[in-house]
């Protein structure tokens, strides 16, 4: 069952809207900038879950990028 960051991103690229996933990754990556200064709490776990999202948005506009199979 695909978790909900790639149903999200699944449906975006059905729909062709890079503009939303790269709206998503910018939002990713200003989530992330404070959790990775932070020393004085763990932070691990979020930024993991950041960054998975961002490598799942990623792969989204990598389909988008790539010629249509088929």
Known sequence: MPTSIEAIVSAYVRLKNRQALEHMRELRRQLLKPLQSKSSIDTAQSRDFIL????????????LRSPPHG
């Open 52 to 63: 998975e999202d961002i490598r799942v948005i990623e792969g989204g506009l990598e389909q």
